[in-house]
C-alpha cells in the first residue's frame, strides 16, 4: 500500500533485531515528511516474554541492589557521554533543544539518580527487609518481619509520544533495579528516538542479555501472556488506562498494573500573591513556561489556571503580554521558545478539545506569529489562553488539550480554591503560589488527597525550583481518579512496585537465615573480639558480652565536670526525686553510652576503622548509681561498599543492668576494613 | 412467596436501623431451620454513600491519629467486655467456641493493636511525613518531603461469610486509624452475627455518626455512586473479584481496589524434617488443625501438602491416625472439635471440588462419625485428605475445596518443592516445616514471591507459633495472582491503603507549615532557651545557637580515662595517622555528643524531663583537638501523649566546627511536661 522509501523502525527481541516490511508512517513534526515505518508484525510476544523470564531475569537476580545501582551509573553516563545524535533526531518530534534536554539529559539523570538511591538506602543484598521484625510471642521466640524480595515476571511498560528517552528511562531505573528484566513499548509517534537510545544501550554492553527489549510499533498479544509475577506500566490517555486494566488477562492474574494518565493540572495563584509580589511574577512565568515547554504535551502542564476573581483580569494581562513574546517555529532554531507538537494527528486533536472549551470559555490569546517554518505543513500551534465562564463547568475540569492551551478559572476565598482544584477529579500535581506559609499550608493541604505532588512556590524557592512540570526521581509521579491511581519514581518507592513484599513468620534463628539482618533472640557466637574480625570474616551473630562496670556517683560527677552537663537530675539528689521519672540522682544517658563504648572497644588497630553513627537509641530505664552495666553487642547486618576495601556493619547493642533489666538498646554503625589483598580467610 | 417466620437482619444507614419486609432465607447451619432473612431493599445507596462522606468523613478528620488510635482501643474493650450474646449466635454459623474465639476476641484484637500502632508509629497529627526531607537544590532553598493525608471519600468493605466479625474489624481498624469512614457489606449467609456486632458498636457511641454503616443483603447500585477518592476491599472469591474490579464506576475512576481472594495456600514439610523430629509432629498437627478449623473454610487454609516423595506414606499414615481422633459434630458441645460449613450450598460447593480433584487425586480419608447431630440436615462434612496421583495436575493447584480438604503433593528436591508451590499461582500464605536455617532459608526465599506471607515453623517456635492460618494485625495479609493481588494489615502499611501519599515541593518554611515536621534550612526562632518552654509554649523552629567549646587533647585523654574506651585513634598519635580515615589522634564520638549535650542543657529543674533517646546520629566529619564545637539544637516535631502530662520533643542537633563543617546530626528525643494545670499560655 505504501510506497514511501523510509526506514522501518526495529524492534529488539530475543537478542536480535527485528525489522517488520510494512508499518505505519510516521511523520516529521516540523516538516510534515515522513521519516520512518513502524510496525511490530512478525514478533513472537510469548516468546519475548519467555525470553526475558528465563534469559534476563536469572541474569538480573544474580545481582545485588548495590551491583544493579553500578549497573544503572554506568548506563546514565553511557547516555550522557554522546548525546548529539539523540538531540539531532529529536528535533524531528518538534521538540526544542531545551525540550529535548528534559528528554534526554533528564531521562539519563533518572537511572543515576536511582544509582544512588540503590547505594544509599539499599543493602548490598538480593533481598531488604521492609521495617523491623517485630515479636508475635511473650517470649520472643515467634517473630514476623517482613523481606521485599525479587519477582521471577517481566516488566512491560508502554509508554507516551511525548518522552521518547525519559519516559523510557524513569520506568527502566526502578524496575532494573529491583531485578526485573523489562519490554518497552514506545508510542509509534516518536518510536525511532527510542530506538535510536535503545539501540545505544544494547551496544554499550552494560545491561545484561534479555533484560531489556524493545517493541516498535503494536504489543500485539502480549498482554495474554503474561502472568502474575509480571507487572505493566502505562503512561498515556485514559481511554487507553481504561482498555489495559481491563484486559482479561490482566484482571485474571491480578497483574500488576500501574498508570499514569493526563490530568486537568492547577496552578492556584493565593490571594495574597497580588501584582507586584515575586509570587505573582513566579506565577506568570511558570504558567507560560508549562503552556510553551513541549509545546504544552506534558501529562503534568498547567491546564487551570485558578486565580482570586479580582485577580483574573491582571493575571490575564499578564499572560497574554509574555505569551506575545514567544517565538514558535523551527525547534532547531536556536531562538525558538517553543516548537511544534509532536504530529499533525496530536494538532487535530488539541483543536478538537479547544473547540470543546469554546462552550464554556473565552479565547484571550490564540494567535501568534511562527518563525521560518511553514505552519501548517507541521504540527505547529498558537500558544492558546482561555478564560473560563463558569468556573465549575464540566468540561473546563475535564477536557484536556495536551497542548500549549490553558484556561484561567476565577475563585472566591481558599475553600473554593480547593474545591476547585479537586474537580479535576485527581491530577498528577498542582502548584500553588503564596509568600504566606499558612495560606499556602491552607490551600496545600486542603488539596493533597486530590494529588500526587503538590509544588508550592514562593520567593526563597524561585530560583532553585525546577518547576510545576518536572516529575523528579525522588518524589512520586502519579495521582488519583483522572491521573490513573498509579504511582512511579518517589526513589525506593517504585522500586517496591517491581518486587514482592512477603511477612516472614518463625523463630528468630530462621528469621535471621531468610532475611540476611540478625534478629534480636537469634543465636550469638562467641568467636573472640567481634572487633577484631575483617569483614569477610564477620558472620552475622558475631557477637560480645562485656564485662560489667558499676557507676559510681564519682562517675556521675567526674562526667559532668567533663562535659559541663549538669543537669538537675545528675547532680541534684532531691530535685532528682521530685522529678516525675525518677527516684533520685541517674547517671547521663551519654556516659551509660561512654561506659559502653569503653567495655566493648577493642583498643589496638584493628578492622574497625570507625563509628560512623548510631541509630534508634532509646534508654529504656534510668541508671542509677551503683548499677552494674553489661554490654551484648552482636553484628547484626553486613552491607559490602564494593571496591573500596571495607563494608558497613551495624551491631546490635543491648546494656543491661545487675536486675536484667534493659538499660539502653541502640545500633552502632562500623566501618570494618575488608582482609589486606591476598589474604586467606 | 415466602412465609418463613423469622426476623429480617437490618442495616445501618444514615443513622437509622433499616428492616427491608422481605429477604433471602439464612438457615442455621446445624439444624438447616431458617433463621432470618436478609435484604436490602429500599436502601438509597448514593445517599448512603453521601452522608458517610459528609457527615463521618468530616467527624473522623477533626480528629488526630492518637485520638482515632484511642477510639478504636475503646471499641476493642468495648467487644470484648461482652462476647456471650456473639458467642451464642456465632454456634449458629457451624462455629465450635474456639472457632469463633478467633472470629470474636481474635476480630476485636485488630482494632486494639491497631491502637498501638497509631500511638507508637504515628504522630499525633492529622497528616504524617512520609519518609526524611530531600534537598532538591544544592542551596537547600527547595525541598521535597511526601505527606500521607486522609482523603475525603468513603471506604466500602465487601466481606466474606466465614468470619463475620474478624472480617469487619480487620478492615475497620486501618480504616478508621486512616480517617475514613466505611460502609460495610457481610456476606448474606451470616449477616445476622455481623449485624449484632454493629449494633453493639452503635449503641457504644464510640464511634462518631456517620462513620460506620452496614448493609445487610445486597450492595446494590452502591458502586455506581462512587468517586475517586472512595476505596473498595473486597474478601471472597476470585469470581466475585474479578467482577468487582472491572466495574466501569471503579475502572472510570482509578478507584482502590484490594482484593483478598482464596487460594491454594500450601504447607511445605522439608526433607530434612523426617518422622521423628519435632517438625514433622508440628507439620502433621498444623495440617490437621488447618483442615478442622472452621471446618477449613479459611482463606488460608492449607490446601496442599507438599510433602518428600519419599514421605509421603509416612504423613497419609499419621493424618489419617490424627484425622481419626476428630470428633465431628454440634459446634456447641464442648468435646466437639469440628462443626458445620457455613450453609449447605456451602456444603454442595465443597463435594463439587472434591468431585473435581478425584480425576487427579486419591482418597485417604473422606468418612467420619458424627456426634449428635444430624449431619445431613445440618452442613456437616467428614474431613476429606487426598493424594495427588499427578504433583503437577493443574486441577491440584487450582481448584480450592472450601472446607475440611486437603491434598497431600509429593515432590523431589528443594527446587522442585518451590516449582510445585508456584503452580498455585499466586497464594496467600505457604508453611515450611524445617530444623535447618539453611533448608528453610532456601524454600522460604524461593516461594516468597508467589506468597503474601511464608510461616516457617520449627522446634523453636513451636508453642508460640500462632499457627500457618491466622492473619495477625501486624504482618501483612494478601497475596499475589490468584491470592487477588492485595495487601491488607501489615500494622501501619494497611493504613496507607487508605490515605493519600502527595509528594510536596517548595522552600523549608513551607514544608515545616505544611509537613508538621521542622525541615533543615526553616526559620529558627530565638525565644530564650527552648528547654524552659512547656510544651504547649513551644513552637517548631524553636531553637539555641549553643555558646561554643574547644576540644582539648586533655579532654580526650580524661574522656578515655572516665569511660575506658582507649581506642587507639583517640590515644596513639602515630596510629591514628596510620588510619585510612584520621589525620591524627580524634576525639571519641561519644565525647563529641556529650559535649553537646553539655552545650546545651538547662540545668535547673524545667519541663524536659529527660532524654529519652536518640535517633539517626551520623559523625560527618572527625573532630580533633583544637576544634570548636557549636550547637543548633532545633525543635523539630510535638506529639502530644494525650492525658499523660507531656508530650514527646524531637530536635534537630547540628553539631559544627571553627571550619563551618558538620561535626555530626542527629535527632534527639525529650519527654517534656505541658504546663501545670490552670496555668495560661
Chains 1, 2 share one sequence.
Not at 497542548?403 to 473554593?416: K, N
Request: net charge negative; aromatic share 6%; glycine share 10%.
Amino acid at each position: 500500500m505504501n510506497a514511501v522509501r523510509v526506514r522501518s523502525v526495529e524492534s529488539y527481541v530475543g537478542g536480535r533485531w527485528h525489522a517488520a516490511a510494512d508499518g505505519t508512517v510516521v511523520n516529521n513534526a516540523v516538516t510534515g515528511e515522513p521519516i520512518a515505518t513502524v510496525s511490530s508484525a512478525g514478533i513472537d510476544f510469548a516468546a519475548m516474554a519467555d525470553y526475558a523470564r528465563t534469559v534476563g531475569g536469572p541474569a538480573l537476580r544474580e545481582l545485588t541492589f548495590h551491583d544493579r545501582a553500578g549497573m544503572l551509573r554506568a548506563l546514565g553516563k553511557h547516555i550522557l557521554a554522546d548525546t548529539e545524535a539523540l538531540y539531532a533526531l529529536s528535533t524531528a518530534t518538534g521538540a526544542t533543544r531545551a525540550d529535548s534536554w528534559i528528554d534526554i539529559e533528564g531521562g539519563a539523570g533518572v537511572p543515576m539518580a536511582y544509582a544512588g538511591v540503590g547505594r544509599r538506602e539499599m543493602p548490598n543484598a538480593k533481598v531488604m527487609l521492609d521495617g523491623d521484625p517485630v515479636s508475635l510471642s511473650r517470649d520472643g521466640s515467634f517473630m514476623g518481619a517482613h523481606i521485599i524480595g525479587p519477582r521471577p515476571g517481566v516488566a512491560v511498560h508502554i509508554n507516551a509520544f511525548n518522552f521518547p528517552c525519559w519516559g523510557m528511562l524513569e520506568k527502566l531505573a526502578p524496575t532494573f533495579l529491583a531485578g526485573m528484566p523489562m519490554i518497552v513499548k514506545p508510542a509509534s509517534q516518536t518510536a525511532y528516538l527510542t530506538e535510536l537510545m535503545v539501540r545505544s544501550i544494547v551496544e554499550s554492553g552494560i545491561l545484561p542479555e534479555g533484560s531489556l527489549q524493545l517493541i516498535s510499533g503494536s504489543a500485539g498479544d502480549l498482554l495474554d501472556h503474561l502472568g502474575p509475577q509480571d507487572a505493566v506500566a502505562f503512561t498515556g490517555s485514559a481511554d487507553t488506562a481504561r482498555m489495559l486494566r481491563t484486559h482479561p488477562n490482566i484482571i485474571d492474574n491480578s497483574i500488576r498494573f500501574n498508570a499514569e494518565a493526563d490530568s486537568l493540572n492547577a496552578a492556584i495563584l493565593a490571594e495574597s500573591a497580588t501584582p507586584g509580589t515575586v509570587e505573582f511574577d513566579l506565577f506568570i512565568r511558570e504558567v507560560v513556561n508549562e503552556m510553551t515547554t513541549k509545546a504544552g504535551q506534558k501529562c503534568t502542564a498547567i491546564r487551570r489556571v485558578i486565580v482570586p476573581s479580582g485577580l483574573v483580569a491582571d493575571v490575564e494581562e499578564a499572560l497574554a503580554e509574555r505569551l506575545s513574546g514567544i517565538r514558535v517555529g523551527d525547534p532547531a532554531a536556536d531562538e525558538t521558545d517553543m516548537g511544534a507538537l509532536a504530529s499533525l494527528d496530536q494538532r487535530d486533536e488539541v483543536r478538537r478539545s479547544v473547540a470543546a472549551l469554546s462552550g464554556v470559555a473565552d479565547v484571550v490569546v490564540d494567535q501568534c506569529e511562527f518563525h521560518g517554518v511553514d505552519a501548517e505543513r507541521g504540527a505547529f500551534l498558537a500558544p492558546t489562553l482561555l478564560r473560563a465562564t463558569d468556573n465549575r463547568a464540566i468540561a473546563v475540569h475535564s477536557v484536556e488539550a495536551f497542548g500549549p492551551v490553558t484556561t484561567i478559572v476565577g475563585y472566591d476565598g481558599a475553600a473554593d480554591a480547593v474545591e476547585i482544584a479537586a474537580l479535576g477529579k485527581g491530577s498528577l500535581v498542582a502548584s500553588v503560589f503564596s509568600p504566606s506559609d499558612d495560606e499556602a499550608a491552607e490551600l496545600a493541604l486542603g488539596i493533597a488527597a486530590h494529588h500526587g505532588r503538590v509544588h508550592v512556590m514562593d520567593e526563597a524557592c524561585g530560583r532553585s525550583s525546577t518547576g510545576h512540570g518536572s516529575p523528579l526521581p525522588q518524589l512520586v509521579h502519579g495521582g488519583p481518579g483522572r491521573a490513573g491511581g498509579g504511582e512511579e519514581l518517589g526513589g525506593v518507592r517504585s522500586v517496591h512496585h517491581y518486587m514482592q513484599r512477603t511477612a516472614i513468620q518463625g523463630s528468630p534463628d530462621k528469621i535471621t537465615a531468610i532475611t540476611g539482618v540478625w534478629t534480636p533472640g537469634s543465636r550469638r557466637t562467641d568467636s573472640g573480639h567481634p572487633f577484631t574480625l575483617h569483614f569477610e570474616d564477620l558472620q552475622l551473630g558475631d557477637a560480645i558480652e562485656t564485662e560489667s562496670r558499676t557507676i559510681t556517683i564519682e562517675d556521675i560527677e567526674a562526667f559532668a565536670e567533663l562535659t559541663g552537663d549538669f543537669f538537675y537530675a545528675h547532680m541534684d539528689e532531691e530535685a532528682a526525686k521530685a522529678s516525675p521519672i525518677f527516684n533520685g540522682r541517674v547517671a547521663h544517658g551519654y556516659l551509660v553510652l561512654s561506659i559502653a563504648a569503653g567495655l566493648f572497644v577493642y583498643a589496638p588497630p584493628g578492622p574497625v576503622l570507625a563509628n560512623t553513627g548510631l541509630d534508634n537509641l532509646r534508654f529504656a530505664a534510668p541508671s542509677y548509681p551503683g548499677d552494674e552495666l553489661t554490654v551484648f553487642l552482636t553484628a547484626k547486618q553486613k552491607s559490602l561498599r564494593a571496591g573500596s576495601g571495607y563494608g558497613e556493619v551495624r551491631w546490635d547493642a543491648e546494656v543491661i543492668n545487675q536486675r536484667g533489666e534493659t538499660a539502653a538498646t541502640y545500633e552502632l554503625l562500623t566501618m570494618v576494613a575488608c582482609r589486606p589483598e591476598g589474604d586467606a580467610a
